[in-house]
Structures are given as structure tokens and as C-alpha cells.
């Protein structure tokens, strides 16, 4: 019977873990401004940004990312340089971060940024 309960409640503990779902993407720098990472609704636990150094088949960038809320500028918050990387750490098991509510400026607008996220 200590088995049978013991089985029954490691079957509900694997329902009751979130299966991670991870998915990337890249995103182009605006003329000016701020832009969102994700103009369609991305939830995730945490995800990581990066400015691209090069490697990869990738263009390296020439300026400064930044990373932050809607009025971001290219001289405030988080800033990433050619290699950068930051990631937003993991809020809870939920997803937590809508990337459509994080913004990025940049100095070039020839720079670009790619991301990888959890949900």
C-alpha cells in the first residue's frame, strides 16, 4: 500500500512540474526610439539577450544595446555591448516576464539583438 501511495504522489508531483518550452529569436535595431523584444506576447520564466559579436555567421554590432521599460534611451539601464549578454533572472515557475513589455534602444541602428527565453 506505502508503495501504491508513493507512486500516486510522484505521478502528481510530475503533473504539477512545469515542462520548460524554450524558443529564441532575433530582432533588428529601430531608426530611433525604443522597440519591443517580441511584438506578439512571449510569457517566460527568464530569458537571456544578447548583442552579437560576429561569431556564428551572425554581424557583429557596432554599438550600444540597452534594455529596460518603455521610455528605455540608448544612455539609461542595462547596457550590452558587441558579445553582451544579460538574462533576467527566473521570477518563478511561472512565467512571469511578457517580452512584449521589454524594450531595447540602441547607438547604431545597424545592430541587432537575439534572445533565447523559458516558459
Sequence with gaps: MKTLRFFALLFGLCLAIPAGNVGNGSTTCPASGSKRISSISLRSI????????GSGGTT????????????????????????????FPAAASTAQYDLTQIYFAC????????YTYLQ
Excluded at 547607438?107 to 539583438?113: K, P, T
Design 60 to 87: 557583429a554590432n557596432m554599438g550600444t544595446i540597452t534594455l529596460g521599460g518603455s521610455g528605455v534611451t540608448s544612455t539609461t539601464a542595462v547596457s550590452l555591448g558587441a558579445g553582451d549578454a544579460y538574462t
Design 107 to 114: 547607438s547604431n541602428s545597424a545592430d541587432s539583438i537575439v
Design 46 to 53: 527568464t530569458f537571456t539577450v544578447q548583442a552579437p559579436n
